[in-house]
């Protein structure tokens, strides 16, 4: 699977972005996909989830705020990003798992979010 993420950019505070995760070579709605972010001397930390089932799950710093969702007919998650803030400044990553496996072998290339105060 081949993931092309994009959507990123600089917005204020309260703002909105979605960002996407386009999925070659496979079809996404047969894997797990993940959006992560890594922001400057922070870890990596998981954002939102949706299983092969549709299952979502979020983190707590953006439960309310952010919604994940897939296009199958584009082959695309999505993650739509409202109320913006400051501490979710990041680079934002799509990455995808097969059905039972323990670990991420697929990812993109990273999209900047950058959240004006």
């Known amino acids: 699977v081949q993931l092309q993420a994009s959507g990123g950019g600089l917005v204020q505070a309260g703002g909105s972005l979605r960002l996407s995760c386009a999925a070659s070579g496979r079809t996404l709605s047969s894997y797990t996909t993940t959006w992560f972010r890594q922001a400057p001397g922070k870890e990596r930390e998981i954002v939102a989830r949706?299983?092969?089932?549709?299952?979502?799950y979020y983190a707590d710093s953006v439960k309310g705020r952010f919604t994940i969702s897939r296009d199958n007919a584009k082959n695309t998650v999505y993650l739509q990003m409202n109320s913006l803030k400051p501490e979710d400044t990041a680079i934002y990553y799509c990455a995808a798992k097969g059905v039972g496996a323990g670990t991420y072998d697929y990812w993109g290339q990273g999209t900047q979010v950058t959240v004006s105060s």
């Open positions: 949706i299983t092969w089932a549709a299952n979502s």
